[in-house]
């Protein structure tokens, strides 16, 4: 091999590794994203000690989700019900059914879906309808006087 070819050569190796050298890093971190499993964080709903006894209260609170490196805000909503003021349980807002939206009748103290006639007791069961399982719950906490919902729905256990 004379030296030119050789010269060649050596530029090619030394050229391809510079390449190397920054295209790996720079892949990884376009590609880092999609490769780390986020868990969702608890979310700040409202003050414990504003939340009605003995009546669900329809609460409505703003998620922020980080998606890429944009963070990413959406209005939400869950119905929360305690007894005590200590333990609070908080309800997906869609039926289990077809995923309407439910309300609760005061009259009646229960959920009712509009949809297709179902019917909740304050506690999710179902109480008429076609309905395959009680209410999905968020799991909930009260941290310094203020309600915490983990926005991952908990099915609801016939």
Known sequence: MDRRTFLAWMVGV???????ATAVPSAIYLMSPGWLKRKESWVNIADARGITRGEPVKVEYVQRKRDGWAVVESRSSAWVYTT????FTAYDPHCTHLGCAYRFDRDRKS???PCHTAV????GKVISGPPPRPLD???AKVIAGRLLILPEIEKGVS
């Open 14 to 20: 030394v050229g391809g590794a510079m390449a190397a």
């Open 84 to 87: 005590d003021g200590k333990k």
């Open 111 to 113: 959920f009712v879906c």
């Open 120 to 123: 909740f007791s304050v506690d």
């Open 137 to 139: 719950r968020l799991p």
